[in-house]
């Protein structure tokens, strides 16, 4: 699961999708990307991101009712940002590359990385 901890001087408010999947759980999630840190090009790629138009959206056999709602979150505050991320798993991630999450705070401006925070990079481990 992946957790971030916000490093932010002031209460944020984020779009966060909360859910209740196929097997009847509730879950909130955050719209995020997963990058990977290129040495060749010296600069972090996205593996792996949400799309605005498809963020918070029911899926077939996954959710089944979605609400976006805005949360608040806190300095020094750690949140869950999607309970089924796996990054070790995704491609082309290996043991021992860097890693980091892009948190959206907005969906579906023109421009969302200016609402956006950064989690600390971390190598991979898998």
């Known amino acids: 699961m992946p957790v971030f901890q916000t490093s932010i001087l002031l209460p944020v408010g984020f779009d966060t999708c909360d859910y209740v999947s196929d097997a009847m759980m509730p879950g909130t999630e955050y719209p995020y990307e997963v990058q990977r840190w290129d040495d ?73 990385w200016q609402f956006s925070l950064l989690s600390e990079p971390f190598e991979e481990q898998s």
Do not use: M, Q, Y
């Open 40 to 112: 060749h090009s010296n600069s972090w790629n996205t593996v792996v991101g949400v799309k605005a138009n498809a963020f918070c959206r029911p899926e077939p056999l996954d959710t089944i009712k979605t609400d976006l709602v805005t949360r608040w979150i806190w300095p020094g505050t750690t949140v869950d940002i999607s309970s089924g991320e796996a990054t070790g798993a995704r491609e082309p991630f290996e043991r021992g590359n860097l890693a980091r999450f892009v948190v959206f705070r907005v969906t579906g401006t023109a421009n969302d």
